[in-house]
């Protein structure tokens, strides 16, 4: 079973997917206006805060989000944030409990892999669409086309150290259908016309 034609549309509807670490609920909203007015749509709120899974089910009303949940790192993790609303699944590894799992549920599912072996696991699983992480400190852009060569029906969302600046060399790897970046949105009060401009200059990134 293969789970990649889901998760593909989510990986190909934006260069960058906002990874989304977020203390306060109440600013779930203005931010996801500010990202999908921007250009992006596809939003990974990750699960570090206790907020987060308020704030999946408030950027789940702005019109135009893909709200996902990221940090999800057990079947408890997966339960609860396909309750909260998420649309897609994000992990930084891959075990067997999660992968399993979430493909039962059938929400699309990006597990982390830093290594061959993990690659391995999830093709064993039927998944060949990954999260590679941390990406800059797991050996870069090098390290990616290393790991991407034997595997030629593998692509994935390199994420962990990537910015505005090095997203285009990230995005010009064939193996590479998007990035996920950290950098879109501050810690504090949400600066509304900052993030939108921050967005939009994200959005429009070529390889």
């Given at each position: 079973?293969?789970?990649?034609?889901?998760?593909?549309?989510?990986?190909?509807?934006?260069?960058?997917?906002?990874?989304?670490?977020?203390?306060?609920?109440?600013?779930?909203?203005p931010?996801?206006?500010?990202?999908?007015?921007?250009?992006?749509?596809?939003?990974?709120?990750?699960?570090?805060?206790p907020?987060?899974?308020?704030v999946?089910?408030?950027?789940?009303?702005?019109?135009?989000?893909?709200?996902?949940?990221?940090?999800?790192?057990?079947?408890?993790d997966?339960?609860?944030?396909?309750?909260?609303?998420?649309r897609?699944?994000?992990?930084p590894?891959?075990?067997?409990?999660?992968?399993?799992?979430?493909?039962?549920?059938?929400?699309?599912?990006?597990?982390?892999?830093?290594?061959?072996?993990?690659?391995?696991?999830?093709?064993?699983?039927?998944?060949?669409?990954?999260?590679?992480?941390?990406?800059?400190?797991?050996?870069?852009?090098?390290?990616?086309?290393?790991?991407a060569?034997?595997?030629?029906?593998?692509?994935?969302?390199?994420?962990?150290?990537?910015?505005?600046a090095?997203?285009?060399?990230?995005?010009?790897?064939a193996?590479?259908l998007?990035?996920?970046?950290?950098?879109?949105?501050?810690?504090?009060?949400?600066?509304?016309g900052?993030?939108?401009?921050?967005?939009?200059?994200?959005?429009?990134?070529k390889?």
């Amino acid at each position: 079973m293969s789970t990649h034609p889901a998760i593909d549309t989510i990986m190909r509807t934006s260069p960058v997917i906002p990874v989304l670490v977020i203390e306060d609920a109440a600013h779930a909203q203005p931010i996801a206006r500010a990202l999908v007015g921007g250009g992006l749509r596809v939003l990974e709120v990750t699960l570090r805060t206790p907020a987060a899974l308020d704030v999946i089910r408030e950027m789940s009303k702005v019109e135009g989000a893909i709200v996902g949940a990221g940090t999800v790192l057990n079947e408890a993790d997966l339960r609860e944030s396909i309750d909260a609303g998420a649309r897609f699944i994000v992990s930084p590894g891959l075990t067997e409990p999660l992968g399993k799992a979430a493909i039962a549920s059938g929400i699309p599912f990006l597990p982390g892999t830093a290594n061959a072996g993990d690659i391995m696991r999830g093709l064993d699983m039927g998944l060949t669409r990954f999260k590679f992480f941390p990406a800059e400190a797991s050996g870069g852009l090098k390290a990616l086309k290393a790991l991407a060569a034997p595997f030629d029906n593998v692509r994935f969302c390199p994420t962990g150290g990537i910015t505005q600046a090095t997203a285009p060399d990230w995005l010009a790897e064939a193996a590479v259908l998007c990035v996920g970046g950290s950098w879109l949105v501050g810690k504090g009060t949400p600066d509304g016309g900052a993030i939108e401009a921050a967005a939009r200059a994200a959005s429009a990134i070529k390889a």
